[in-house]
């Protein structure tokens, strides 16, 4: 059977706040009671700090009694000194000079209840954002994989009687998805692992831009490999989110768009990464195109490239289709 100490301070210094009432009133010698007074002072510190913090509840309630009898026990223990002699003033002041310190442990242990609640609020919101990443990573890895196992079953299907080499095909690259899909579910264990103080994966950089174009149908990459050595490791894996997630909603939204470009070039004193898709097909919808958007993409994606140091941009491009870009500063140490 274990004890709850945290429970026990209220109603230990309420009990013992009584008792150095009572032991005042019977003129218990003033050493004594200053002794005891003491350990008050200590007790209050501790109900400060460890009693319920609502005050509604009955364990709050009996922490606010005790309290206040523990500020008027020390208070009232050196009344009886100048009793016979002082005047009322004077006694106000003896009591009220003995309340100060009552007070002053009150108020450390409520500024140690606010240091601890407020290292508390910083751990939950540390959560909360390691949690928010997670799901960002399976938005922005894993959704592309699997919209492009949905595109190619959708391909499959229309070409398995007339062409079943291209059928099979397309199972390949259903393949090759589905196991990309995995390694991105790895990274989200391996993310947890690292939470919990276990190994951890890096997160894909720009060096997988091409077997990212390459599994994309139709998709062209034209990459400048200095502009690409030139970003930060947190810019080169949120440029490799830019891609990731324009061209997953190029397959949500623009399914059979003929042309579909991926580029990393110089712009300026940065880095430019951009995603342009020309216009989709009349009524090249299918399933997927029909499909409800998950509406936290681009948003999500604003908030990392900021993050990273840069701006993103994405509207519609000059022959109707769509055009995303992204640019980054270039980092200093990669310039040396």
Same mark, same amino acid.
């Given at each position: 059977?274990?004890?709850?100490?945290?429970?026990v301070? *209220?109603?230990?210094?309420?009990? #013992?706040?009584?008792? %150095?009432? $009572? +032991?005042?009133? &019977? =003129? /218990?010698? !003033? @050493?004594?009671?200053?002794?005891?007074?003491?350990?008050?002072?200590?007790?209050?510190?501790?109900?400060?700090?460890?009693?319920? *913090?609502?005050?509604?509840?009955? #364990?709050g309630?009996? %922490?606010? $009694? +005790?309290g206040v &009898? =523990? /500020?008027? !026990? @020390?208070?009232?223990?050196?009344?009886?000194?100048?009793?016979?002699?002082?005047?009322?003033?004077?006694?106000?002041?003896v009591?009220?000079?003995?309340?100060?310190p #009552?007070?002053?442990?009150?108020?450390?242990?409520?500024? &140690?209840?606010?240091? !601890?609640?407020?290292?508390?609020?910083?751990?939950?919101?540390?959560?909360?954002?390691?949690?928010?990443?997670?799901?960002?990573?399976?938005?922005?890895?894993?959704?592309?994989?699997?919209s492009?196992i949905?595109?190619?079953?959708?391909?499959a299907?229309?070409v398995?009687?007339?062409?079943?080499?291209?059928?099979?095909?397309?199972?390949?690259?259903?393949e090759?998805?589905g196991?990309?899909?995995?390694?991105?579910?790895?990274?989200?264990?391996?993310?947890?692992?690292?939470?919990?103080?276990?190994?951890?994966?890096?997160?894909?950089?720009?060096?997988?831009?091409?077997?990212?174009?390459?599994?994309?149908?139709?998709?062209?990459?034209?990459?400048?490999?200095?502009?690409?050595?030139?970003?930060?490791?947190?810019?080169?894996?949120?440029?490799?989110?830019?891609?990731?997630?324009?061209?997953?909603?190029?397959?949500?939204?623009?399914?059979?768009?003929?042309?579909?470009?991926?580029?990393?070039?110089?712009?300026?004193a940065?880095?430019?990464?951009?995603?342009?898709?020309?216009?989709?097909?009349?009524?090249?919808?299918?399933?997927?195109?029909?499909?409800?958007?998950?509406?936290?993409?681009?948003?999500?994606?604003?908030?990392?490239?900021?993050?990273?140091?840069?701006?993103?941009?994405a509207?519609?491009?000059?022959?109707?289709?769509?055009?995303?870009?992204?640019?980054?500063?270039?980092?200093?140490?990669?310039?040396?």
């Amino acid at each position: 059977m274990t004890v709850n100490l945290r429970a026990v301070w *209220a109603p230990l210094l309420a009990s #013992a706040s009584l008792a %150095g009432i $009572v +032991a005042t009133a &019977l =003129g /218990v010698p !003033a @050493v004594r009671l200053m002794l005891w007074s003491g350990f008050l002072l200590l007790l209050l510190a501790l109900v400060a700090r460890w009693s319920p *913090a609502r005050s509604g509840t009955v #364990a709050g309630r009996s %922490g606010t $009694v +005790a309290g206040v &009898l =523990g /500020v008027v !026990a @020390v208070s009232v223990w050196p009344v009886p000194l100048v009793w016979e002699t002082g005047s009322w003033l004077e006694i106000s002041g003896v009591a009220g000079f003995w309340a100060v310190p #009552a007070l002053g442990a009150a108020a450390a242990g409520g500024y &140690l209840r606010r240091q !601890a609640a407020r290292m508390e609020q910083a751990v939950r919101d540390a959560r909360r954002d390691q949690q928010l990443e997670l799901a960002r990573d399976l938005h922005d890895f894993v959704a592309h994989d699997v919209s492009a196992i949905v595109v190619q079953a959708q391909a499959a299907r229309f070409v398995a009687e007339q062409d079943p080499g291209q059928a099979v095909r397309a199972l390949e690259r259903i393949e090759t998805a589905g196991l990309s899909a995995l390694a991105s579910m790895d990274r989200t264990v391996h993310a947890l692992q690292e939470a919990a103080g276990g190994p951890t994966a890096p997160v894909p950089g720009l060096d997988r831009l091409p077997e990212l174009v390459g599994r994309f149908e139709g998709g062209a990459l034209d990459a400048d490999p200095e502009a690409m050595r030139e970003l930060s490791r947190e810019a080169d894996t949120t440029a490799y989110r830019v891609a990731v997630e324009a061209l997953t909603n190029i397959r949500r939204h623009a399914p059979g768009a003929a042309v579909v470009r991926v580029s990393v070039r110089r712009a300026g004193a940065g880095t430019e990464v951009s995603v342009t898709n020309s216009a989709a097909p009349r009524g090249g919808g299918g399933l997927l195109a029909r499909r409800r958007r998950s509406g936290t993409g681009l948003a999500g994606l604003r908030a990392r490239v900021e993050a990273a140091g840069g701006t993103l941009r994405a509207g519609a491009a000059e022959d109707g289709g769509w055009r995303v870009c992204a640019v980054f500063p270039a980092d200093e140490k990669a310039l040396r």
